[in-house]
Nanobody
Framework: QVQLVESGGGLVQAGGSLRLSCAAS???????????MGWFRQAPGKEREFVAA????????FYADSVKGRFTISKDNVQDTVYLQMNGLRPEDTAVYYC?????????????????WGQGTQVTVSS
């Protein structure tokens, strides 16, 4: 079993930046075509939504339209860590951010495709 631990959340003013990290421990990643790491977020009173994902092997990235051009997902295969660099933050980005791991076939942007989840880190953007 893999454990995912997010860090890097906090309070920032609109227009500011934060970098989230997600460190994996336990079973190491195997870079098959199905292995992706994703970031999701959940704002109060809203459903959890897809933010970004990266293939663990090739590094192909995917983004939600709402964050494209502002957020960047990246990975460090040696450290078993995935990052989310968030620039140009807006109040509507306020949410708990979760990282998750996908190891089987499934839609990359779908919550149900991810089998392991971190505990989440709070990001609050003030106006």
């Amino acid at each position: 079993q893999v454990q995912l631990v997010e860090s890097g959340g906090g309070l920032v003013q609109a227009g500011g930046s934060l970098r989230l990290s997600c460190a994996a421990s336990g079973r190491t990643f195997a870079a098959t075509v199905y292995h992706y790491m994703g970031w999701f977020r959940q704002a109060p009173g809203k459903e959890r939504e897809f933010v970004a994902a990266i293939s663990w092997g090739g590094g192909t990235t995917f983004y939600a339209d709402s964050v494209k051009g502002r957020f960047t997902i990246s990975k460090d295969n040696v450290q078993d860590t995935v990052y989310l660099q968030m620039n140009g933050l807006r109040p509507e980005d306020t949410a708990v951010y979760y990282c998750a791991r996908k190891t089987s076939a499934g839609v990359i942007r779908s919550i149900s495709s991810y089998s392991s989840w971190g505990q989440g880190t709070q990001v609050t953007v003030s106006s």
